[in-house]
T-cell receptor, first 111, second 116 residues
Framework: KNEVEQSPQNLTAQEGEFITINCSYS?????LHWLQQHPGGGIVSLFM???GKKKHGRLIATINIQEKHSSLHITASHPRDSAVYIC?????????????FGTGTLLAVQP | ETGVTQTPRHLVMGMTNKKSLKCEQH?????MYWYKQSAKKPLELMFV???????ENNSVPSRFSPECPNSSHLFLHLHTLQPEDSALYLC???????????????FGPGTRLTVL
């Protein structure tokens, strides 16, 4: 069992729908990251958070440290949001910024 | 554009070849990373360099050899690879501070490697 679990693994939505992707983790962390990977490979960091909630445009990320759970929400989804969304956690301390990754959620938004 | 570049973007090599992957970061960061992404598996950390010193070698076979000549450049030298080494190899960088808290990593576009 992975230390970072995401659900769902695959998600298809219609344009305009509200989307939620979930992430649960089983290790102690200093921060949780949401990343976006488009076809072709490049990864972009969307959020890095250690408590509460963050919002960038139509994207919202929340984290509940006690429950070891985070969600990524996309409001008014658009076909250009189609990508793989990856949850990762970084542990506290040590010399190395070591990220532990989930397997990703493949999102397809249809027009 | 994340400020991290990788070359080549695609590489096909035979099992007896020797090749190198290159990563360059233009962000003034002091830590660089190599990751491997295989189909249907989470990204795997391979190597970490903090302040040009290797601080992590995640049980990577010796046919992968990293080199970090300065804080802006990172290489991954490849020799006698196996077909199962075919994957996307991603480079990342971050600005690390002492004290335990870590910072956001910025990723390059990756090199798609195929080993025949």
């Amino acid at each position: 069992k992975n230390e970072v679990e995401q659900s769902p693994q695959n998600l298809t939505a219609q344009e305009g729908e509200f989307i939620t992707i979930n992430c649960s983790y089983s290790v102690g962390i200093s921060a949780l990251h949401w990343l976006q990977q488009h076809p072709g490979g490049g990864i972009v960091s969307l959020f890095m958070l250690s408590s509460g909630k963050k919002k960038h445009g139509r994207l919202i990320a929340t984290i509940n440290i006690q429950e070891k759970h985070s969600s990524l929400h996309i409001t008014a989804s658009h076909p250009r949001d189609s990508a793989v969304y990856i949850c990762a956690v970084s542990s506290y301390g040590g010399a190395t910024n070591k990220l532990i990754f989930g397997t990703g959620t493949l999102l397809a938004v249809q027009p | 554009e994340t400020g991290v570049t990788q070359t080549p973007r695609h590489l096909v090599m035979g099992m007896t070849n020797k090749k190198s992957l290159k990563c360059e970061q233009h962000l003034g960061h002091n830590a660089m990373y190599w990751y491997k992404q295989s189909a249907k598996k989470p990204l795997e950390l391979m190597f970490v360099y903090n302040f040009k010193e290797q601080t992590e070698n995640n049980s990577v076979p010796s046919r992968f050899s990293p080199e970090c000549p300065n804080s802006s450049h990172l290489f991954l030298h490849l020799h006698t690879l196996q077909p199962e080494d075919s994957a996307l190899y991603l480079c990342a960088s971050s600005q690390e501070h002492t004290g335990g808290r870590h910072n956001e990593q910025f990723f390059g576009p990756g090199t798609r490697l195929t080993v025949l």
